[in-house]
Each structure stands twice: as structure tokens, then as C-alpha cells.
């Protein structure tokens, strides 16, 4: 017999670097010392106060059985009392308030509460490739919206065609960006609010990288507007934040009854976050700023380091004022894969091509900043190697 297979899923796109992923496994089989600065996961540890709060809770039973659906009460109201410090944003942690497995798992299942097959999603090119597959395995249909460094990275709502808004559901932004590491000027949060409203689209704003900022920069909530509880939800995750990306947990706020419909989607598919990592979420919330502060002083060194070494061979990357990322034009003339395959053929390095984010990516590639510190420096030293071999003009 041969196994009949769902259209949603031969519909998933291969596996966007699979063949990068080819070339890097026959380096490796080959013997060369293969660095990656290709995915966005803190090397750096999880710091201890939130060990220790779980390792209290996972010692109490009470946190061994099936948890709360809705998450704990106290999570939630320390995602609000975050909230409230943070942005001084006031949130009902009983109606706009629902933790998640991990914002991907969010992401990924929002469009099922909102989208009917043959129905829009608006959303970013290039972008985090989970707004288009939830909206694929929902039915829906993916309208881009071109990013270019001459707009900063940020889309231009009024040039979305009348066809694409029709049957428009939802708009999703990313600020700061990943992989485009740009920041939004509030203005523009404004405009999105107005341009949702307006077109009675709900607006999901991934605010993953919020905290992972340098240079003094300080991100704002789009919850900030007051009008944007009408229309908007903004996702959070302890992942980089805290360095708790093998933890799995985040949140999404905002609109009470896009919370209330994503809850009821999530009640019947998981069974929520094992308690003792609430717990240790809750640990995580009230972490001191200065914690916060010396883990991006020491990322910001990264940051200044890769820029320097590309500086160093001709290429002018944009100065990123958050995330995870250096995002950086490719040398001239290169696409972006060609770039990548060359690192890791010529010198064991990788890093991802923008073209895997969508077609205006092509052009650049992306530098994470998760590497350890003498990791980084060797991999930089050895993409200064390869470029000054292929001839790139140094300044
Ligand atoms: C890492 C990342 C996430 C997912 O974070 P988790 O909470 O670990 O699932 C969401 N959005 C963007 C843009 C990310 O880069």
C-alpha cells in the first residue's frame, strides 16, 4: 500500500536550507571543524534564580499532574505586572492574557482561530517562516508585503492591492525584526492600529526580540495605543529574553476575544505548560533589569565585533539596535546562497542565506550572534580569509 499524504502537507515548502544543510554534513564528514552562526539560540545560560525556581517546583506534586488550561493565575498576573512595569500597558490577566507553549506554538495556530480556507494573511517578506506555514495548514492564503533597507524594513500599507485586503484576516509584524533585525518607529505601530481598524483586519505584532536590545535603545508595546485592543495581539517569549529557548514558554495579549479564541483552539489541541516551568517563568519575569542589561552588553560586543570584521572586507551591514542579528548585504554581485555555499565550502562557516525568508531577502544573509565568543571570532577570522581570497576589495 502507499501512504496517502493530506494536500497541507505536500504543500509544506522542502525544508528551506536543506541544501546547505547537505553541504555542511559532507564538511563535517570530511573532518572540517564547521562553525554555525546560522540559527538564533542563546549559547548563554539560563540564570539561576529561575533554575532554582524550577527545580522547587518540579519537587512538588501538585505540579505533576495535568496543569491549569488557561496557565496559572499567577503567571498570568506577572505577565500583567510585567506588563504594567514594562510599557505601563494595565492588562486584565483574566481576559487578554493566555500563555503559550512557546510563541511559535502560538503563532503557528493563531490563523486556525481566525482564517477560513481561501482567506488572506497578510505578512512581511522577507519573514519568520511560521507566519506562512500556520497560515497554509489553516487554509489561508499568504499575501507578502516587501520589506527593503530604503523603508527601513518596514512595509508600506498603503500599497497593499484591493484584491489581497478583501478577505484580509490578519497582519503580522515583527519588531525588531527577525531576520531583518530593524526596529519600528512608533508612528508606524500607529499607522498599523489605524490601517487595521480600518480594514477590519487583526493585527498580531511578534515582539520575540523586545528585550534583546543595544546602544540604550528601548522597545514600545503596540498595547501602548489605546485603540489597539480593538484590533491587536502581541506575542512575547521567555526565549530571548532569559536564554530559555529549550524551555518553551511565552505569551500572547491583547484583544480579549482573539485570546479568548485562541485559548479555545489550544484547549483542545495541548494541555498547557508543565506548572514547574511556569514557575519558573513567573521567576523570570521579576529578574532584575540589571540581568538583563549585562547579558545585552555582552551580545552588543558580539554585534560590534561582526560588524567590525565585515567593516573589515568591504561589506556595510546596517548597525542593528536589537534582536539576535546582523543582517548584512552580501558581497556585490553574490546571491545569497552562493554566498553561503562559499563560506561553508571554502571555509567551514555557516550562515543564512535572506533569500530563505523570502524573495527580498535575496541580496543579504544573516549573522547570529549566538555563537561563543571565541567561536565567533575564529568563524569571523576565517570569513575574512575567504573573502580576501576571492579578491573583494578591502577597504
Ligand atoms: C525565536 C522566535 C520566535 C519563537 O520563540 P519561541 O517562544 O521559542 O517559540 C517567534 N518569533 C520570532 C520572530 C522568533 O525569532
Redesign the pocket.
Same mark, same amino acid.
Given at each position: 500500500m502507499s501512504i496517502q499524504f493530506a494536500d497541507r502537507i505536500s504543500n509544506l515548502p522542502p525544508y528551506l536550507f536543506a541544501e546547505l544543510d547537505k553541504l555542511r554534513d559532507a564538511r563535517r564528514a570530511e573532518g572540517v571543524d564547521v562553525i554555525s552562526l546560522g540559527i &538564533?539560540d542563546p549559547d548563554l545560560p539560563t540564570p539561576d534564580p529561575i533554575l532554582d525556581a524550577l527545580d522547587r517546583a518540579a519537587r512538588d506534586p501538585v505540579n505533576h499532574r495535568y496543569p491549569e488550561y488557561y496557565g496559572l493565575d499567577e503567571l498570568r498576573e506577572a505577565i500583567a505586572a510585567w506588563y504594567a512595569r514594562r510599557f505601563q500597558v494595565d492588562l486584565d490577566p483574566a481576559t487578554e492574557i493566555v500563555p503559550?507553549i &512557546? @510563541?511559535?506554538?502560538g503563532?503557528a495556530h493563531l490563523p486556525l482561530a481566525l482564517v477560513n480556507p481561501g482567506d488572506t494573511v497578510l505578512m512581511t517578506d522577507p519573514g519568520?517562516p511560521?507566519y506562512a506555514i500556520g497560515t497554509m495548514l489553516a487554509g489561508g492564503v499568504s499575501h507578502s508585503l516587501p520589506l527593503t533597507s530604503e523603508r527601513g524594513w518596514i512595509p508600506d500599507l498603503d500599497d497593499i492591492p484591493a484584491d489581497a485586503l478583501a478577505n484580509a484576516r490578519l497582519l503580522w509584524l515583527?519588531y525588531p525584526g527577525?531576520p531583518t533585525a530593524a526596529v519600528a518607529p512608533f508612528e508606524f505601530f500607529e499607522e498599523a492600529v489605524d490601517f487595521a481598524r480600518a480594514n477590519n483586519v487583526v493585527l498580531a505584532q511578534?515582539a520575540?526580540?523586545s528585550e534583546v536590545v543595544f546602544d540604550g535603545y528601548r522597545c514600545r508595546s503596540i498595547l501602548e495605543i489605546p485603540e489597539a485592543r480593538d484590533v491587536a495581539v502581541e506575542?512575547h @517569549?521567555? @526565549?530571548?529574553t532569559y536564554n530559555m529557548?529549550g524551555w518553551?514558554? &511565552?505569551w500572547m495579549a491583547g484583544n480579549a476575544e482573539v485570546v479568548e479564541a485562541l485559548g479555545r483552539v489550544k484547549t483542545n489541541v495541548d494541555s498547557g505548560i508543565f506548572q514547574a516551568v511556569q514557575h519558573a517563568a513567573i521567576a523570570a519575569l521579576n529578574i532584575e533589569q540589571d540581568w538583563i542589561d549585562a547579558r545585552n552588553a555582552h551580545l552588543q560586543d558580539r554585534r560590534d565585533r561582526v560588524i567590525s570584521a565585515l567593516r573589515n572586507v568591504g561589506i556595510a551591514p546596517e548597525v542593528p539596535k536589537a534582536s539576535l542579528y546582523v543582517w548584512s548585504p552580501t558581497p556585490a554581485g553574490m546571491t545569497s546562497v552562493d554566498f553561503a555555499a562559499r563560506l561553508i565550502n571554502e571555509v567551514g562557516v555557516i550562515v543564512t542565506p535572506g533569500v530563505g525568508f523570502g524573495a527580498y531577502g535575496e541580496g543579504h544573509f544573516r549573522i547570529s550572534l549566538t555563537t561563543p565568543d571565541d567561536r565567533l571570532d575564529e568563524a569571523l577570522e576565517r570569513i575574512d580569509e575567504a573573502l580576501e581570497r576571492s579578491g573583494t576589495v578591502r577597504f
Open positions: &538564533g503559550l &512557546g @510563541s511559535k506554538e503563532i519568520y511560521v515583527c527577525n511578534d520575540a526580540y506575542f @517569549s521567555l @526565549s530571548k529557548t518553551r514558554i &511565552g
